[in-house]
């Protein structure tokens, strides 16, 4: 399976926090690295029992491929900047 980074140059991955635009980012962990979106990609996100769903802003090319992105982290960091709803 193609990884999805090199698909989607949307996601970013990094192990240093300090690159990472906390305020504007929704941020989770994979295995070493965090991993992260900014706010630009995404139209909101919201969760129900522990499952976080990011919904793709229309103009991010994330729209094309995806009408949401479901994550299942044990920890997962939401930007002060990200719009949410439930």
Known sequence: MENYFTK???F???KNENEIPWDDSI???EEDYFIYLK???IRYISWS???ISIIPHP???LSNYFTAIILNSNIV???KN???GN
């Open 8 to 10: 989607f140059p949307e």
């Open 12 to 14: 970013k991955k990094t």
């Open 27 to 29: 941020v989770w962990k």
């Open 39 to 41: 706010s630009s990609e």
């Open 49 to 51: 029992f522990g499952i």
């Open 59 to 61: 103009e991010s090319i």
């Open 77 to 79: 960091f939401v930007g």
């Open 82 to 84: 990200i719009k949410v």
